[in-house]
């Protein structure tokens, strides 16, 4: 199965949006290892695209070509109109960048980190206020200007590095990892503040992620990217949709019958039926709602009952697996701490 092309999203008349970046058959090597490979891609303005993958994978790289910080090895990106290798200048000016790692100084009151940034951009002295008032007020930080960076909390700091980003009024906002290292409440209130600043600026957004959830939550299509290269692209819906038969229909008939198998595998769409017991089945179907409904009319037809039927619909974690063949490592399969026993305890 191949995954669905990377031609621009059409916008609600038809028209294609215009591109805000186009990364041409890019390389990047360091000595003889290649970090990124003939990677091609294309985003519109106003759309939020994600590169999804693993540790490793050539995210940060390719944000870090697209931005001007490393030089490019081979083929090109073009950012806001400029090629990142020739103008670098031009596409420094249009775009907001938050690396990877924290970077604001700790020391520092927001204001300061914030105006710092304003003056290395060039916003004029007149405009820095108000665009230091504004940023504060979109990232929810207004009453915490005069408080010093270290006394916030890992969820403000992102926010503040989001607001830093943007002092300079970018139309392309890059993002790496930006939730990595948050609790569960702080990465929701950053997707919605992202989502806000989105529609409120116009902003055109590039983020790298290895959460399967943010993905599918913030972004309107992802390029999944393993071991330098692009091996996916589509929307959430089109990359699911693209994954044939990892619907997971589980069902338990009341009373088992050897004929359940072969009947379950003869409905339209069923790629295959585990027995695991007792009347349970694991039925693996492109449709799980059409096979969902084929079940329960036969079990109605024959008189038989259906203890429990459930449906598991694609994930991004099944889309991840069948094109690269594994799971997401790190976060998603960290070993579990368990504490040691305590002397003498029972086992
Ligand atoms: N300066 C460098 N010199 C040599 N190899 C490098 C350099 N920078 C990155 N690499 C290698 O390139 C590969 C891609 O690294 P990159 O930082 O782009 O991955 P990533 O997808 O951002 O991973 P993570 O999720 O851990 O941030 C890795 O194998 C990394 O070790
Ligand atoms: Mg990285």
């Known amino acids: 199965m191949s995954a669905p092309d990377n031609g621009l999203p059409a916008n609600g008349n038809g028209a294609p ?13 360091y000595g003889d290892f290649e970090a990124v490979k003939d990677v091609n891609f294309s985003v519109s303005e106003g759309e939020i695209f994600g590169l999804l993958g693993p540790n490793g994978a050539g995210k940060s790289t390719l944000i870090r070509m697209m931005t001007t910080l490393i ?14 290798s020739k103008d670098p200048d031009d596409v420094r000016q249009a775009i907001g960048v938050i690396p990877q790692a924290l970077t604001s100084d700790q020391d520092l009151t927001l204001e300061e980190n914030l105006s710092i940034y304003a003056k290395l951009y060039g916003v004029p002295r007149e405009q820095r206020k108000k665009n230091i008032d504004a940023v504060l007020e979109a990232v929810d930080l207004t009453e915490w200007r ?10 403000m700091r992102r926010r503040l590095e989001i607001a830093r980003g943007l002092v300079h009024n970018p139309r392309i906002f890059f993002l790496d990892e930006p939730t990595t290292g ?9 997707w919605e503040m992202l989502n806000k600043l989105k529609t409120t600026r116009n902003l055109t957004m590039l983020l790298t992620t290895h959460y399967m959830d943010e993905a599918d939550k913030l972004c309107d299509r992802i390029a999944i990217v393993d071991h330098g290269k692009l091996v996916a692209l589509g929307t959430p819906v089109e990359l699911k949709n693209s994954v044939a038969g990892a619907n997971v ?5 009341d009373r088992d019958d050897e004929a359940w198998p072969a009947r379950l595998e003869a409905m339209e769409g069923v790629t295959s039926v585990q027995p695991e017991g007792a009347g349970f089945y694991r039925v693996i179907t492109k449709s799980g709602s059409k096979t969902t409904m084929q079940i329960v009319e036969l079990a109605a037809s024959l008189g038989e009952t259906l203890t429990s ?3 598991q619909n694609t994930t991004l974690d099944d889309v991840f697996i069948h094109y690269t063949g594994r799971q997401l490592r790190d976060e998603q399969v960290k070993p579990v701490f368990t504490m040691p026993p305590r002397p003498g305890a029972r086992p």
């Open 17 to 29: 949006r215009p591109v805000a970046i186009a990364v041409e058959q890019i390389w990047k090597r």
């Open 71 to 84: 030089p490019v090895t081979a083929g090109k990106a073009i950012v806001a109109g400029h090629d990142v």
């Open 146 to 155: 005069d408080a010093q960076t270290k006394t916030l909390s890992g969820g």
């Open 182 to 190: 948050l609790d569960p409440v702080s990465r929701i209130a950053v």
């Open 249 to 253: 229909v589980e069902v338990h008939f």
């Open 309 to 311: 039927l459930s449906v």
